[in-house]
């Protein structure tokens, strides 16, 4: 007969039992934006040549759109399940920053049992920001040196994709109606999408030193 399964057993299994349907969801998100930014690179080469086009661009746009759009509604889930554990942990560490009876192991016990998630969220960040950030470096060559004389073909060209590549507009079907401005995508420049937000570098880069300045305080905090 077996014995009882001790409960130190249970609490590690609840711990980890979610890690490889994490592990295989992070794996595709990760093909899927390696070939986004496999894509937008190839457009930042090609203006750097001068070579881009506006149907390289639409095409490309269209089809990222798509694979975000594939994503919206489990990656949006899965990305507010991690900024809630994540806020659930700074949360946490404060609410007891001011115990007597706590050591800084107590706090790192904490951040080791909702670390996994606080790192799916920001494992998420980064590989989307790599997409809009390619995406982004398009603008900046476009905008660095004209492509030719002013009103010639070439610079023409530059024109319009500086156009495609900065602006944000509502579609025309969009515009009829409250419930389509909701449901109908505008048209944007080339974008992954996390939650409708558009990460960026510096966003992740912001909130990844606002998160982890405020663990450092507590943790701080509880060895004083």
Not at 166 to 190: D, G, L, N, Q
Request: hydrophobic letters at 45%; one cysteine or more.
């Amino acid at each position: 007969m077996y014995g009882v399964i001790p409960v130190a057993t249970i609490e590690w299994f609840h711990f980890i039992c979610v890690v490889p349907a994490l592990g295989a969801t992070l794996l595709v998100l990760g093909i899927e934006t390696t070939h986004a930014t496999n894509t937008t690179e190839a457009l930042l080469q090609a203006a750097r040549d001068k070579t881009l086009t506006r149907s390289m661009y639409t095409t490309a746009r269209d089809r990222i759109s798509k694979r975000s759009k594939s994503w919206k509604w489990s990656l949006g889930l899965l990305a507010l399940v991690a900024l809630y554990s994540t806020l659930g942990l700074v949360y946490t560490l404060h609410k007891y920053a001011d115990r007597h009876d706590a050591s800084v192991l107590d706090y790192l016990g904490y951040v080791i049992y909702l670390g996994k998630e606080a790192a799916l969220f920001f494992v998420i960040l980064v590989l989307t920001v790599r997409v809009n950030d390619s995406a982004d470096a398009i603008t900046t060559v476009l905008n660095s040196r004209p492509w030719g004389e002013p009103g010639s073909r070439e610079e023409s060209i530059r024109q319009d994709l500086l156009m495609l590549t900065t602006c944000s507009s509502v579609t025309p079907e969009a515009a009829t109606s409250m419930w389509k401005r909701v449901t109908v995508a505008k048209s944007v420049p080339i974008s992954f999408k996390v939650c409708g937000l558009r990460p960026t570098g510096d966003l992740a880069a912001a909130t990844a030193i606002s998160f982890a300045t405020s663990i450092a305080a507590v943790l701080l905090r509880a060895a004083t």
